[in-house]
């Protein structure tokens, strides 16, 4: 098998498939690692397999998906599904682990297409059995035809939140109750935005339209939820939340949580690229150029890994940072990618109008940014959020030293749901911000290797 | 599927059914589901214990991300139930508890 390649790309979802597209129309072979068994990234997940009643359910836009990989079939392309990248070196080298094996490869160019992982929505009881994420209901929906049909509680703010609502209607689930914990203040922060966003209306027309399908559904619907806590010993069995009219309890078996979704850094902060700080989303992403290169030659990002910009915008950017990586390769000179790019940059300038709303709007409230003192903040290693305000207390400054005072960001998950929430604690209770207190440091491997695979290294 | 779950399934007849063991008992699931949805849809939220508190776990991403489907997948400790793809035969069971060390028979118990 090669060792080398010109171009790799990291993630198969829209920017990943994008990016690969316009390596291969230039004539640039380019080799596609994706860990999921199929292509299309999250938003498309199991696109290319499912059939007309999946397709039905998930609507048109998910179906629309399929168009992405026709890229697949060019013979250009070496795609190499179910590969998981464990470790890369600021020298373009990755190792991941495929069929039981590990594989290493070296680029010269490298676009990392990560996407987004959901925003943790910490409270009392969100690590029972039976709480999942509203990402984690679509992703069994698409990639299994599998959906809870009773006794669904939604909770939580967000497009996908009331998305996945009309999609669970529409395979005929019962949902038990909608519970809305946007803010009341975020529709008057987020009204200044309005104009702008109304430069892409497909969005907000979109958004509307869920909420007229949900509202003749009869779909009990509470808003400005606060105090939630999930109920149950050994699964859940139901939410209690305080709104307008007071304490309110509603029976579920599925609880199915969203707040909003955060860039997967994983792999680009073990490169230790920088990372900015974004005060309205909330969290941090690489620093990057206009062809979302990096600070290391040949590294570059696109799509939500390099800040939440949603799957169209991502198509754009994949798109960019090829025409970058090209460039770079001399398969381009600084004239003909401007102007294969001015197409892209028009479109993503079109289908980000909307963000700075989003944002706004869907703002997480600071109970979920910072919760309170008996919450699980750290889930791998059950650490409280009240721990990590004792760790401060005691001197702690950051993130990395909460690991030896006690073990938060140490478990299996290295840190991947609790790091922002850990950062956004500490920096609370030191009363600065959260970019002062820093991130968890990550550290290879990234995901599970065992030693047999390790040694495979030796005999290839 | 077993009554009492609260998982259903879109009709899809084209799939080809497999069989899984959980806990040594069968487990009808369909080609193309991970682990972790063939035993969501067959009711089993449960997938493990925690090693800190021996707090019960299920599935919460479905996406690779927060390791809360860790089971022990035909011998192998620790594997992702929602990385994995069901098949024929396989045996599948809970994670309860910190792990062991190896023995020379086998996998960690």
């Known amino acids: 098998m090669k060792r080398s390649a010109p171009l790799v790309i990291v993630g198969a979802g829209p920017a990943g498939l994008a990016a690969a597209k316009t390596a291969l129309d230039h004539g640039l072979p380019a080799v596609l690692l994706d860990e999921q068994p199929a292509a299309g990234g999250q938003i498309y997940r199991g696109v290319g397999e499912a059939g007309e009643g999946r397709r039905k359910v998930l609507g048109a836009d998910y179906a629309k998906g399929a168009d992405l990989l026709r890229v697949l079939a060019d013979k250009g392309l070496d795609y190499r599904p179910g590969a998981e990248v464990w470790e890369m070196t600021r020298e373009r080298e990755i190792f991941f682990t495929r069929q039981g094996a590990v594989e290493r490869l070296a680029a010269d160019q490298l676009i990392l297409c990560t996407g987004a992982i959901e925003r943790p929505m910490p409270f009392p009881g969100w690590t029972l059995p039976g709480v999942m994420t509203c990402g984690a209901a679509q992703i069994l929906l698409k990639t299994a035809g599998v959906y809870p049909r009773q006794d669904i509680v939604l909770a939580g703010s967000g497009p996908l939140l009331l998305l996945l609502a009309t999609q669970l209607l529409a395979t005929g689930a019962k949902i038990a109750a909608l519970v809305e914990t946007t803010p009341s203040e975020n529709y008057k922060a987020a009204l200044p935005y309005l104009p702008a966003a109304l430069q892409a209306p497909d969005y907000i027309f979109k958004g509307l339209g869920f909420i007229r399908d949900l509202k003749r559904a009869g779909v009990p619907w509470h808003k400005s939820a606060r105090e939630l806590e999930a109920l149950g010993d050994n699964a859940v069995l139901g939410l209690r939340f305080r709104d307008a009219a007071g304490i309110r309890e509603v029976a579920c078996g599925a609880l199915l949580l969203h707040q909003g979704v955060v860039p997967n850094v994983q792999i680009s902060r073990s490169l230790r690229l920088e990372h900015l700080w974004d005060p309205l989303q909330r969290c941090w992403r690489p620093k990057l150029d206009d062809w979302g290169l990096s600070e290391i030659p040949g590294v570059a990002v696109a799509g939500d890994g390099g800040g939440i910009v949603g799957a169209k915008a991502s198509e754009a950017q994949g798109g960019l940072a090829a025409l970058g990586a090209l460039r770079r390769l001399g398969e381009l000179d600084t004239a003909a990618r401007d102007a294969k790019a001015r197409s892209l940059q028009k479109d993503f300038r079109r289908e980000v109008a909307p963000r700075r709303f989003l944002d706004a709007l869907y703002r997480p409230s600071g109970a979920f940014l910072r919760p309170s003192d008996e919450t699980i903040a750290c889930r791998c290693e059950e650490v409280t959020a009240g721990r990590i305000r004792e760790f401060v207390a005691l001197g702690c400054l950051g993130p990395n030293q909460a690991k030896a005072f006690g073990r938060s960001g140490m478990g299996p998950c290295q840190g991947r749901v609790c790091g922002l929430l850990v950062s956004e604690i500490m920096a609370d209770a030191r009363g600065v911000s959260p970019d002062e207190v820093g991130y968890y440091r990550i550290r290879p491997p990234i995901k599970p290797v065992t030693l047999g695979e390790m040694a495979s290294m030796a005999e290839d | ?109």
């Open chain 2, 1 to 109: 599927m077993p009554s009492g779950s609260i998982f259903a399934r879109l009709p899809e007849p084209d799939r080809r059914p497999v069989t899984l063991f959980f806990e040594g008992e069968p487990v009808g699931a369909l080609q193309g589901d991970s682990v972790a949805a063939a035993l969501l849809a067959a009711g089993k939220l449960t997938f493990r214990a925690t090693p800190v508190g021996g707090a019960p776990r299920g599935p919460y991403c479905m996406m690779g991300v927060c390791f809360e489907c860790l089971l022990e997948i035909d011998g192998v400790a620790n594997r992702q139930g929602c990385m994995v793809q069901a098949a024929d035969g396989m045996r599948v069971s809970r994670m309860l508890g910190a792990r062991g060390l190896a023995d020379s028979n086998g996998p960690a118990r």
